[in-house]
């Protein structure tokens, strides 16, 4: 059977041993191929495990069917030589000795048969191992390319805010904080400034107010003093 030859490198694959071989940037495509090469194994050791086990079942009864046969000649031997006919005892006794060498062989090729199947079951348990450990390796290797597109992300709101120091929630609140802050600050300049315009303008009118004053009086003298010209 062609996948009997491949009983070692089958078995002695090894999943986690490929990985530390491989790069980083190149771990995926290297689970894609174990994967898909295990997929084909199990495929092909399916498709010859039924003729190996009917091979083994076959030889099986072979064997069963020769033993039987053989104390049936040595039953006949001696009833012959109690019959006194020590010449068919000799017959059935040749026949039962090549009866006996059917069976040493068909035991020889069971043992072969028994031990390819032994090995199918083993390949195929190896096989069916091999393919969960792989998709789970990838399913791992899918979240672990999420998480870092996710701190990509991250870093780039760093950079963006202009500081490059931090590499959590915490401390990207932080810089957005001081942001809302410096915002509330200029907007409070803002109103003093207004409430600061508004007292100088008021201080302004008052001076206005003491100035037409003495315009005022200054008028009422004129006057006075042209009455008192008259006069």
Same mark, same amino acid.
């Given at each position: 059977?062609g996948i009997? +030859?491949?009983?070692?490198?089958?078995m002695?694959?090894?999943?986690?041993?490929?990985?530390?071989?491989a790069?980083?940037a190149?771990?995926?495509?290297l689970?894609e191929?174990?994967?898909?090469?295990a997929?084909e194994n199990l495929?092909?050791?399916k498709?010859?495990t039924?003729a190996?086990?009917?091979?083994?079942?076959?030889l099986?009864?072979?064997?069963?069917e020769c033993?039987?046969i053989?104390?049936?000649?040595?039953?006949?031997?001696?009833?012959?030589?109690k +019959?006194g006919n020590?010449?068919?005892?000799k017959?059935?006794?040749t026949?039962k000795s090549?009866?006996?060498q059917?069976v040493e062989?068909?035991?020889?090729?069971y043992?072969?048969a028994?031990?390819? +199947?032994?090995?199918m079951?083993?390949m195929?348990k190896?096989?069916v191992?091999?393919?969960?450990?792989?998709?789970?390796k990838?399913?791992?290797l899918?979240?672990k390319?999420?998480v870092?597109k996710?701190?990509?992300?991250?870093n780039?709101?760093?950079e963006?805010?202009g500081n490059?120091?931090?590499g959590?929630?915490?401390?990207?609140?932080d810089?957005v904080?001081?942001?809302?802050d410096?915002?509330?600050?200029?907007?409070?300049?803002n109103?003093?400034l207004?409430n600061?315009?508004q007292e100088i303008?008021?201080?302004?009118?008052?001076?206005?107010?003491?100035?037409n004053?003495?315009?005022?009086?200054?008028v009422?003298?004129?006057?006075?003093?042209?009455?008192?010209?008259?006069q």
């Open positions: 059977m009997l +030859s491949r009983f070692k490198e089958i002695s694959a090894n999943l986690n041993a490929a990985l530390k071989k790069e980083n190149n771990a995926d495509k689970l191929k174990y994967l898909r090469d997929k495929a092909q050791v498709a010859e039924a190996v086990i009917a091979e083994e079942m076959g099986a009864r072979k064997i069963t033993e039987a053989c104390n049936k000649q040595e039953k006949y031997a001696i009833a012959a030589i +019959s020590e010449e068919d005892a017959k059935f006794l026949y090549h009866l006996e059917q062989d068909l035991t020889a090729q043992d072969i028994k031990s390819n +199947s032994e090995k079951r083993q195929t190896k096989l191992e091999d393919i969960q450990a792989t998709e789970s990838m399913r791992e899918k979240q390319l999420a870092a996710q701190r990509e992300k991250l780039q709101i760093d963006a805010l490059s120091s931090f959590d929630f915490d401390n990207l609140f810089v904080q001081k942001r809302i410096a915002a509330d600050a200029a907007a409070g300049l109103v003093e207004v600061e315009g303008e008021d201080l302004a009118k008052k001076y206005d107010a003491d100035a004053q003495l315009k005022k009086d200054t009422e003298e004129q006057l006075a003093r042209l009455k008192a010209g008259l």
